[in-house]
């Protein structure tokens, strides 16, 4: 594959890392100008690879630790340096509705798109630099990330993916104690390796939308679905943008259920954080939830509670209605409405199937209609303000047939006590599912650890102070199969200490 040499991209600086194949899909079928400019990454100064993740790197066909004769290469090109042949960096524009209000422009304002490569099972993987300096969108923006930002990104997109979670992952983590970055005080830069499918947004199509290029629109729509929604081949016309519509909303209703059955809040749902592929997209001030409370606001600069925790599912439909506004240029109302109708169904059928999952319970109740059982037993949770996964994890233990006083009122005192737990008694004892497989099952339903904040700032602190990384690498060992035991590492599944329960998690990143 050709590169075309952006002019600012000094030869030099090209360094050879692998003999991946590069395909660069955005790049060579969408054109310059109109979805992107070409745009080398600003130099970091004497970058550090502090982090190579190697669950990512097989994903991708990479090796599993950089190869030492090479290393300098392999970090200079992954702190945005270098330029890794075959790549084709860029940073691409789009627009999108920020706490309810339509941005115009934004784009990558401090990400760089690297290019496409191809994996040796044929998939393609875009991997994008976050933090690699100025971009033609950058606004007022210095380009960079902080280290401390970086770190929570990198530590979520693997918990995610742990989880089960359709998410963006991280490849590698690059840091420059010589770069410093302004904030509330003074920090120090970092870059994170970002790996998906496509990082196309709904803000993306807004972008065209609301700027009236509605051919550029259809064009990117026809590249989306041609490339990543399987589902609409062999449809044409407006079945075939309707059945894209109706797939998007599908999949963000599962991955909306996904976050509220592991307690997840993402902080900043604005659409152009929304990615087109249902994934978690941008990690910013997101937050797990510990002690129940479904008002939960994890963005302390989200002072109205837009994007709080029991918010999400009807945000998530808010934002379809804004994508489903930017493809109005190409599908009729009522086909829009159609697609859009599918987002509650979906969410309550995914969400409920998880939360009886977590519960051991493999039928529906007989009314088929769980929502109130559900909403009871969210009702209790927050009244005694249970830790939200300690709580389902050690559900297991409940009998059925027994008493189970002490275990509930370990949870909070006099919780024994609450009506819910004789209908869950009944509805256990009417499966008779064997108990040890109940218990196994709700172990995988039911994960052990999470990233807790007060566990994301000690890795953050560990790191920024000693440019060490035991903390970060004993979290990833259990956040890549949180349902698993991990002997001598149950420490990291405690509630938190007093210091790390309400820690002040702002935008600012
Ligand atoms: P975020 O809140 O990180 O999703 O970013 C919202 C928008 O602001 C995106 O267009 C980002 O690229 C841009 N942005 C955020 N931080 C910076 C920064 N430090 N420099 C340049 N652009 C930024
Ligand atoms: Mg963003």
Redesign the pocket.
Known sequence: MTTSLHPAIDPSRWVPLTATPWVNRFATELPEGTFYTRQPGEPLPSPRMLHWNPTVAALIGWPAAIPPESAEHWTSAFAGSSLIPGSDPLAAVYAGHQFGHYVPQ??????LLLGEIQSPTGEGWQLQLKGAG?TP???M?????VLRSSIREYLASEAMAGLGIPTTRALCLVGSRQQPVYRETVETAAVVTRVAPTFIRFGSFEYHYHKGDHAALAQLVEFTIAHYFPVCQGLTGPERIEAFLADVVERTARLVGDWQAVGFAHG?L?T??MSILGLTL?Y?PFGMMEAFDPGYICNHSDDRGRYAFNQQPAVGYWNLTRLAMALSALLDTDSQQRALDRYAPVLTEHLHARILAKLGLQHPSLDEDDAPFIKALFGWMARHRVDYTRTFRAMAHFNPEGDNSALLNGFAPGLADDPWFAQYAARLRQEARPLVERQQAMNRANPKFILRNYLAQQAIDETTRHGTTVMLERLLTVLAHPFDEHPGYDDLAAEPPEWGRHLNIS?S?
């Open positions: 934004l784009g990558d304002g401090r990400a100025r969108y950058s606004r923006g210095d380009g960079r990330a900043v604005n152009d954080n941008d910013g935008c990143s």
